[in-house]
């Protein structure tokens, strides 16, 4: 029986998760990631905990939108930068495009030697993808130990798996334009059900039990429009979300079990290093005090 890692995506809600694994350091057969998740499996895959632990720590919003980011220091959203997104239109990827800071960190904690050691071991690292013109369609997963693949085309796909609609640009792979699997996918359940069913699985979520019953504060303030449309986007997350386990449920896997995030108000679009150096900590706190209390399917 094999020992399956699957992570799923959620911006910056990955750093806390970060922190458990920082703690844990389990080693797992096989590691699969959508959007932040391929990159916290691919660090995970490689034994690079403090790696792991510096990315979370130390990305700014400064760092990953430039000058005019969309977040205010309290977390909420800047109204003047979602005016300027609002005017942009289908062309705020290239504006905020977040894959430029992402393959810089990406090369930077994963080399070509990372690359080789995995497939010479045979640790099996696949990430999800998605065709931007066939959103209707399944998610792709693409494996480390795909013999096509050289270092370069994966870490594309590693790119591609984080390079969210609105916020960066798709990624050209063999002439296809690709962005993050997440965006019908947040949970890597397809390729669980068909390869991996039988398997010890342990999916880590970057939502908590209470981001699926939200309760919301009234929104006020300029652009109360725009605000209420952003709001709506992250419900059909959570919504997507909850549909991708309602699936697994269905399957009445044998060994699968399920690690919810706690709840954090803050939205996972915003890279306040110093928030996400405390949720880095409670990540930590947990699994010290034993309570991860994952929840079996």
Not at 75 to 101: E, T, V
Not at 172 to 183: E, M, T, Y
Not at 266 to 287: C, L, P
Request: with cysteine; net charge positive; aromatic share 12%.
């Amino acid at each position: 029986m094999k020992r399956i890692l699957a992570v799923a995506g959620g911006g910056s809600k990955g750093d806390e998760i970060a922190g458990i694994h920082d703690a844990l350091r389990r080693v797992y057969d096989v590691y699969i990631g959508t959007s932040t998740g391929a990159l916290i499996a691919l660090l995970l895959a490689c034994k690079k905990y403090d790696e792991l632990v510096e990315g979370y720590s130390t990305i700014t919003n400064r760092q990953v939108y430039g000058l005019l980011r969309p977040f205010n220091k309290n977390g909420s959203w800047s109204s003047r930068s979602l005016l300027k997104l609002w005017r942009l239109g289908p062309f705020a990827s290239y504006f905020y495009d977040i894959s430029k800071d992402l393959e810089k960190r990406v090369r930077k904690y994963f080399t070509k030697e990372d690359f080789e050691k995995l497939r010479r071991d045979k640790i099996e690292v696949i990430v999800c993808i998605e065709d931007l013109g066939h959103q209707n369609d399944k998610p792709e997963y693409v494996s480390v130990l795909d013999p096509s693949l050289t270092y370069d085309d994966f870490v594309r796909c590693v790119i591609a798996s984080a390079a969210i609609p609105g916020f960066a640009k798709p990624v050209d792979i063999f002439g296809f334009k690709k962005v993050d699997g997440g965006w019908n996918e947040p949970i890597p359940t397809s390729i669980i059900a068909e390869r991996y069913s039988q398997d010890h699985i342990e999916i880590f979520l970057t939502h908590s039990i209470r981001d699926e019953h939200p309760i919301y504060n009234p929104i006020r303030g300029a652009f109360k429009i725009i605000k209420m449309l952003f709001r709506r986007l992250s419900d059909a997350g959570i919504n997507n979300r909850v549909k991708c386990l309602e699936r697994l449920r269905t399957m009445k896997l044998p060994n699968c079990y399920v690690y919810y995030n706690t709840y954090s108000p803050y939205s996972a679009a915003d890279f306040n290093k110093e928030r996400m150096r405390e949720r880095i900590q409670i990540g930590r706190r947990r699994v010290r005090l034993n309570t991860l209390n994952p929840i079996k399917l």
